[in-house]
């Protein structure tokens, strides 16, 4: 094995898209996780877990702009030649799931989940092939209280992870208006050119924000060419057609009662439009009744959200205010998260509608705005202490005193390399410890131990070029009886939290 | 879509091997983790994340007994027709990750992760495709500190998680006191013959446990012929070198003591081999000075582990109690984790050796035997107060109280179908709620709301069938002022807990 190996040697890398997260990140999702799934609890959701992957034709598919050839997803084939994909949400996983397990389940049925999701595109700056989600969902319900709780779960989420009110906006809209305007329009029912319109009007009004009202109607008429010169087709609609959709896409929004007025006046006599102002309605009221008024869920018409399976309400949290990052670039944030009512997503295996509705977190965008406002939650994990090896002959003293410190409860490590001094000491300053216990031959001739505190703060100081410099300098150390090693530790740690 | 999904109707299930994880075992396990998390921090690792996929070989190939055509691990191409694969454990993905970005980590490097690993393998009963593993690993010493380390480290896991001193054992082994063992009967050396050899040796020792000396040793002979009548072919050893084998597998083991007195003499003048006892030695005493003796960590020259990449100390941790099942079978839980030194998995990125070691949790095999003995950690959560809606029109008012017991901290739901009473109580029965909260039209007009306890100790018993009938028998409900509402709530969990 050794010798072929050494005749091809694998590089050591990572496809594109995919990351390794470390130690720093990876404990700052698992607080923000901790926050957001204390939030999930005290709404009552129950958590639920399911694989990562499953029968291609479960999952379904309905990722919108699928360009690439795998269809958005990872698939592969297993013994019998049947096709299973990674999940690309935790929705599609969920609907089979209460399918699969409906007689048994307590309905409605609330369950929040978390974990990754894999889609097969084209990777970018924040665009991963591996991604977390945090979703709860409500399945077996068709009032629109169980939408209305979504958008106060989410803010309270946002809230709890240290965002303030005022800097975000939990923005809902409903498919049912839009259906309904597109009835106005005549582009309804099953035809496969109207359905093929219907999808570039969606597709069209998600780009209000990027585009602006000029690019969306160009979109919605014969097409849009970019600044590159990439062309993309409209939708073909014509000028009056175009202007109702504008209309609607630009609705007066200065306030929840005015979104309802214009909205209702542009679905007309549509059925299924007025059903869905409707239900805008009873959403702002709920979320009122608790004091979630419009300043954190705020009707919004632009609201399309990509996915293909909602039905009804959807919704978009989003972080409205700006921040500067590392390189002094202003940068918005956007949306962290969304979800709506889909209907039909069980349908698809039972037959017979089970409502549904459910709300979803980005997990990694959210963590990133985090980052950037210095929003922090939960308990910060100190480094270790590391007790060095003066002599490789008493590593087992050294062993000895490492024991003692865990089973007080404090974070150490023995030093396990191989070399000296010096390189321990460089070690522990790159681990970040807190200090290093030494014992070397004076001390263990003398029944002591000393302890070198190696202050967090001064060390990580960007003014400090010379390690070496303010080490020796600094009289951050103190001989104690070995007796006494767990607490000389204890008080070197506590003065530097002081 | 919706006509076209009529045609044909997914059916709703998980291929086998793979399952759903209920809310209460994600609960457990969060739990286990969070014990197991506490642990490897305190022994001074950090968490690092790697995606679910890598290139396949970065990955590389190192499990036992692939005898399905995808090798055991679960592949697919990417755009450029590359070959992935989802990790099979989370060594390798580490040793490429070390590899990668060597010059940046402080070494040793020593970092703990969790997550699901995948595996293409022939389902069976408690055997997934996806199960769930968690590592520490310390990667760039060749110290048998390190490996000593793990050895306490898991000792403090399954204490940490209720498994009482005396019910494990960390057993522990030396790969090249085998390759001692196999140098001394002739056939060490790259020849392939001796190769193959040597992999059937191994996996003969793996089957002492199973097949007991008397199958081990037809294993190394000529073959043997199980109960099915199947026939596995043998490693062809003389009578002379199976001897050997059996005299290194049986070795006396009443002590570590007496284990390294025989291994000494067995491995003869194999350098190799005793350079693996001595490693042994210095394991022991290193456990032994922390209070680690033979009855938590044991010298067991069985212990072989199955994957291909360790090349030095392997270790097994064991629970040694029986205990019965739900069926009133007793189960033997055996090997719940184990780890080794895999000194060569880096280098096959980096052409120099980069000594290494790791021990792995197997979650699901482990948190099975802590179901059966009882054991429990962290924090059990209590199911939702349900607040039911007696009248549609006063939707809100339910929101209201829902809202007012969760801003409390009490985890709560309004009761979000659109059925009756009784169907509202069957729901909160369902979900085990500890008490629902009224508000009739009764309550409305007098300015109350009735609390009903729903006491689950009672309700869960089995003796009692007609839950109309205990409920309606049970004085538990108490009526009082809607202000109060909180504090009664808090009152009838209290009440519950005490």
């Not at 005549?186 to 009007?201: N, Y």
């Not at 949290?317 to 670039?329: C, I, K, P």
């Not at 349908?347 to 990133?368: N, Y």
Request: hydrophobic fraction near 40%; charge should be negative.
């Amino acid at each position: 094995m050794a010798k072929r190996d050494k005749l091809v040697r694998p590089k050591a890398r990572l496809p594109k898209g995919l990351r390794d997260i470390s130690a720093d990140e990876t404990r700052a999702t698992a607080r923000m996780l901790a926050a957001i799934e204390s939030v999930y609890e005290l709404y009552g959701f129950e958590p639920l877990e399911t694989p990562a992957f499953e029968y291609t034709d479960a999952l379904g598919k309905f990722l919108p702009d699928q360009d690439r050839p795998n269809e958005g997803v990872f698939s592969f084939q297993d013994e019998d030649e049947q096709w299973l994909s990674l999940r690309y949400d935790l929705t599609a996983p969920l609907a089979r799931y209460v399918a699969q397990n409906y007689d048994a389940l307590a309905k409605p049925f609330r369950r929040y989940q978390f974990g990754p999701v894999w889609r097969n595109e084209k990777p970018g700056p924040g665009r991963y092939l591996q991604f977390m989600q945090f979703d709860a969902d409500t399945v077996g319900t068709a009032s629109v209280a169980a939408d209305a709780e979504l958008c106060m779960l989410a803010a309270d989420c946002l809230e709890k992870l240290g965002i303030p009110r005022g800097e975000y906006l939990m923005r809902v809209n409903n498919r049912k208006v839009l259906d309904g305007v597109l009835e106005e329009i005549g582009i309804s029912g099953e035809d496969e050119g109207f359905a093929l319109q219907r999808l570039t009007v969606s597709r069209a009004i998600d780009k209000l924000d990027r585009l602006g009202g000029e690019g969306v109607r160009l979109l919605l008429g014969t097409g849009r060419k970019d600044e590159s010169g990439d062309y993309t087709k409209g939708a073909g609609l014509t000028g009056n057609q175009a202007d109702l959709i504008m209309a609607f896409v630009e609705a007066e929004a200065s306030s929840n009662a005015s979104v309802l007025a214009s909205l209702r006046t542009i679905v007309g006599t549509s059925v299924t439009g007025g059903e869905g102002v409707d239900e805008l309605e009873q959403i702002a009221a709920l979320c009122e009744v608790s004091g979630y008024d419009e300043t954190r869920v705020k009707l919004d018409p632009s609201v399309v959200r990509g996915l293909g399976y909602y039905t009804g309400p959807v919704f978009e949290a989003e972080l409205t205010f700006e921040a500067r990052n590392d390189d002094g670039d202003i940068v918005r944030f956007g949306s962290v998260g969304g979800g709506g009512r889909y209907d039909g997503l069980v349908q698809r295996f039972k037959g017979v509608e089970v409502p549904a509705t459910g709300f979803s977190i980005g997990v990694s965008r959210l963590q990133t705005a985090l980052d950037v406002i210095g929003a922090t939650t939960g308990e910060h994990i100190s480094a270790p202490i590391v007790v060095l090896v003066m002599d490789r002959d008493r590593l087992s003293d050294s062993q000895q005193m490492t024991f003692e410190l865990r089973a007080a409860g404090i974070r150490a490590e023995m030093y396990l390399g191989t070399s000296g001094m010096k390189a321990q000491m460089k070690y522990a300053d790159k681990r970040g410890a807190p200090a290093v216990v030494i014992e070397g031959e004076d001390e263990h001739a003398a029944g002591t131990v000393t302890i070198k505190d190696l202050e967090k703060g001064l060390r990580m100081s960007e003014d400090i070029t010379d390690n070496e410099e303010w080490r020796s300098g600094r009289p951050a150390q103190v001989t104690v009886p070995r007796g006494s090693l767990v607490e000389a530790v204890r008080d070197v740690l506590n003065a530097q939290r002081g």
